[in-house]
């Protein structure tokens, strides 16, 4: 691959991947460096990329490992991030309050979760990726991730009905 190939088909993929790896650092600086590093790891491996043969699931797998490298290196736990900010605005503060605890319970819901539920729940409601991409990310078949995202949806309704 050359720097022009790379760059029409791998330099578009950094936003892409950058909502996956703030969510696994949970810090904006973090992880615009990381992906500054996992493209640069790209880079350093682009004559193997000439032919593989799904290049976008290789540069999120890149991501994902490399993001958990990083988390077991500082020996973080995955953080979900939610954005209270942008919701802020449209309630009034009983209402907030309310709708923060509300998110509260559904972080830790998802939390409780086991880890390839948890992922695909994440990538899908919370990173908004399309089946196809999670298919790319993960490679599951798309029949597993519906299951998966089923029964992790399941899992949050129930223990938020308990809660309340």
């Known amino acids: 691959m050359?720097?022009?190939?790379?760059?029409d088909n791998i330099l578009p993929l950094a936003d892409k991947i950058f909502p996956m790896v703030l969510r696994f650092l949970g810090n904006d600086a973090e992880a615009q460096d990381a992906v500054?590093?996992?493209i640069i790891k790209l880079w350093m491996k682009k004559n193997k990329l000439d032919h593989h043969p799904n290049l976008m699931g290789f540069v999120f797998l890149t991501a994902r490992n490399f993001c958990l490298d990083l988390l077991r290196q500082k020996q973080k736990e995955i953080l979900v991030r939610t954005n209270k900010d942008l919701i802020a605005d449209f309630y009034i503060d009983e209402d907030r309050n309310e709708l923060e605890n509300l998110l509260i319970l559904i972080r830790k819901s998802i939390d409780k979760l086991p880890e390839n539920q948890r992922e695909i729940i994440l990538l899908r409601d919370i990173d908004g990726f399309t089946f196809e991409e999670i298919v790319a990310i993960t490679n599951l078949k798309i029949e597993h991730i519906r299951v998966l995202l089923s029964r992790a949806r399941k899992q949050v309704r129930l223990q938020l009905k308990n809660t309340a």
């Open 2 to 7: 050359n720097s022009k190939e790379f760059k």
């Open 36 to 38: 500054q590093e996992i």
